[in-house]
């Protein structure tokens, strides 16, 4: 429970760290905005966890989930927020998070994401990053790896992702509009996924070396 | 700016004490040139921002829909705690609602057709960005009159999520919601792209022609065959001379060389078709009225309205040289134009350009077109 408001914590610190970053890669080919969504999004999380006295898992995540949804406006805020309702649903009223459940919820959240996006892998958006992160994390739990072992699997696998978001034409979000031009510029999308997932790495390895 | 300064003191301590004693003048003068430059870097961004006529950038979309409010109460009220302004007769009984909406930055673009015989409600996001579903689910409850509330989208991923989930919304509280989606600008377009075209100027002749249609008493079934009707007949296209500045982001959200103009780019800043060096109004206006009528075939005696919009940082006096020109091109084809619009109706910001967006009308687009408007940024008798 604590290690969860931590791993939210991270998330807020590595997004607002990297507000500029990302408008600037959402400049390239988007509307230069999804920096400061996020970091608006991420700064109202960090104002609800410092008050909020949530009972389990799930009801940080959903908390999370409900705040971006009613703060970050965009495409971001209904697709992160959906990620994060979803990823609740599989933890609600528990305490302790293991691998399997880690594994589940990334999947969960990815489902949301494909819903509510109509979305699916190679469309050049955060899917890119995500599912190939799932994928390989599923197989370092297949290979009896440790979380952290396993966050490292999926971290590198979105970063793989998303220099692949750079080779493909985008066929959804508002870089779709320009076809070829978006041709060279990495997602928004798939690297804040991608940065997620390093910053919640990092604290894994982190917490498993304490022991 | 404090951060930096941190990161600064960071290195100095990392130093160990022999190193930083032997060299302390050339790492105290190191030092001090980075903080000058880092200063100076951040004066300059601050110069940027202050070439802005704002107070505070967190706050921009709440000032201006306070301000918008104190200027127009005959027309507008504000949901209280929302980012959300109706009619100040809302809900108007026995009406179907037109709730429309979007990121703030393109006024008069929404609030400014919130009024007798256009808009209901109108929903202001952050800056470019669209609304959040409860913004919009407010918007919806305030205005339903009974009769269900038409939402006008603007075709762009975030503004359909954030719509639909408040559609999802009212729903589940029985509030019959139906929503068309405008995607008028030929520039970019490829039908065979899954997400389409962006919506842009065109959507104010949705608001018109539906609020119009609405105005009559018609079912929220006919209201969108009518919107939906606009849609399909309706194309844009734009140009940007300059790009714009979003508050929050405090420099230009793309830049473009002394001689360059963007042609065909979104109006949030977003990249258009390509750059060429700036051609005369005549010569640009006719590369984009061909692209739109490629797209729009007109024949001989057909009927339409024109709108020539600015984009915040053009004077009227280009956009009506620009008109003059659309005029030309139309009459040479001998379409008629029944209307005309000519002046800021979808702005980008301070961005310096223009689209033009032309309607081809039938019968009853015509009379919807041209029945009375009452609102702030559009009357018409």
């Known amino acids: 429970m604590a290690n969860v408001i931590l791993a939210i914590e991270v998330l807020a610190d590595i997004i607002i760290a990297n507000k500029e970053k990302l408008t600037e890669i959402d400049a390239a080919i988007g509307d230069a905005d999804h920096g400061i969504n996020m970091a608006r999004g991420f700064e109202a999380v960090r104002t609800k966890l410092a008050t909020a006295k949530p009972d389990d898992i799930g009801a940080v995540l959903k908390m999370v989930g409900m705040t971006l949804i009613s703060t970050v406006g965009g495409a971001s805020g209904p697709l992160y927020g959906t990620a994060f309702m979803r990823a609740a649903g599989v933890v609600q009223g528990q305490q302790v998070l293991n691998s399997d459940k880690a594994g589940q919820m990334l999947a969960a959240a990815i489902g949301g994401i494909k819903e509510r996006g109509k979305a699916v892998k190679g469309e050049k958006t955060m899917l890119d990053a995500l599912e190939p992160a799932y994928e390989a994390f599923q197989g370092g739990l297949a290979a009896g790896k440790s979380l952290a072992e396993c966050m490292e699997l999926a971290t590198a696998a979105a970063q793989a992702g998303l220099e692949y978001t750079k080779t493909i034409i985008a066929t959804k979000g508002r870089a779709s509009y320009l076809g070829e031009r978006s041709l060279g510029h990495q997602d928004a999308g798939a690297t804040s996924s991608y940065l997620m997932l390093a910053a919640l790495t990092e604290l894994a390895k982190g917490q498993e070396q304490e022991g | ?381």
């Open chain 2, 1 to 381: 700016m404090m951060v930096k300064i941190t990161k600064v003191k960071t290195q100095i301590d990392t130093l160990d004490q022999p190193t930083r004693k032997k060299h302390f003048g050339a790492v105290g003068f190191f030092i001090g040139t980075l903080l000058a430059l880092i200063f100076w870097h951040e004066l300059m961004k601050e110069a940027i921002i202050v070439k802005k006529i704002i107070n505070n950038a967190e706050q921009v979309v709440e000032e201006m829909l306070q301000g918008v409010v104190l200027a127009h109460p005959q027309y507008v009220k504000r949901v209280e705690g929302f980012n959300v302004l109706v009619r100040a007769n809302s809900p108007v009984a026995g009406k179907v609602g037109l709730v429309s909406g979007g990121g703030s930055g393109h006024e008069p673009s929404h609030a400014g057709y919130v009024g007798k015989g256009m808009l209901d409600g109108a929903v202001a996001g952050a800056v470019f960005t669209s609304p959040t579903p409860d913004q919009v689910y407010e918007a919806v409850r305030a205005v339903d009159g009974g009769q269900g509330v038409l939402l006008i989208i603007k075709n762009y991923t975030g503004d359909i999520m954030n719509f639909e989930m408040a559609a999802e919304m009212a729903d589940a509280d029985g509030i019959k919601v139906a929503k068309v989606v405008v995607n008028d600008d030929v520039a970019v377009e490829n039908s065979t792209w899954t997400t389409g075209r962006r919506g842009i100027a065109g959507t104010v002749f949705v608001h018109k022609i539906a609020g119009a249609k609405a105005e009559t008493g018609a079912g929220l079934e006919e209201v969108q065959r009518v919107a939906e009707k606009v849609i399909a007949n309706v194309r844009s296209m734009g140009m940007a001379l300059s790009p714009c500045i979003v508050p929050a982001a405090g420099k230009p959200s793309f830049t473009l060389a002394e001689n360059e103009v963007e042609i065909g780019m979104g109006i949030h800043g977003e990249p258009g078709t390509h750059r060429e060096a700036i051609r005369s109004a005549d010569e640009t206006t006719e590369h984009l009225v061909d692209k739109i009528l490629k797209d729009l075939p007109l024949a001989a005696g057909d009927e339409v309205a024109v709108m020539v919009n600015g984009l915040g940082g053009t004077p009227p006096m280009e956009l009506y040289i620009i008109n003059r020109k659309v005029a030309e091109l139309l009459g040479k084809q001998q379409v008629v134009i029944t209307k005309t619009f000519v002046g800021n109706y979808m702005t980008s910001l301070e961005m310096a350009g223009f689209s033009v967006t032309i309607l081809k009308l039938d019968a009853e687009l015509k009379e919807l077109l041209l029945a009375p408007a009452d609102t702030p940024a559009l009357v018409q008798y």
